[in-house]
């Protein structure tokens, strides 16, 4: 697949405010680490979207590296829409619902 132009929704302003105040909690410089590491997710997302696996239904999930979140989006003919950033160490059920609440509002 070619690469492709990536958005956000809005919720994942929330989500990435959620990680960074995460990461600086503990770790000297955390949020600046942590979003160094997501612009490197999005930049392989953007780069080839399809490398990712499927997770739930059409959502792919990029791992942001060294950390405990993962990146989840859908492709679509002209744009890969990431629709949400979440703690990988979350319950799936819980996840899925909120892919699903994502989805349905968009």
């Keep these: 697949m070619k690469s492709q132009p990536v958005e956000f929704l809005e919720w994942v302003e929330h989500d990435l405010s959620y990680a960074r105040d995460f990461y600086d909690s503990w770790l000297t410089n955390g949020a600046d680490q942590f979003l160094s590491r997501f612009k490197e997710a999005v930049a392989w997302i953007e780069w080839n979207p399809e490398q990712f696996p499927k997770k739930h239904r059409f ?22 829409t990431i629709v949400a950033v979440l703690d990988m160490r979350s319950d799936p059920r819980v996840v ?8 349905a509002s968009r």
């Design 59 to 80: 959502f792919r999930r990029a791992i942001i590296r060294r950390t405990y979140f993962g990146v989840y989006f859908a492709i679509e003919p002209e744009v890969t």
């Design 96 to 103: 899925r619902a909120l892919l699903k609440l994502r989805a």
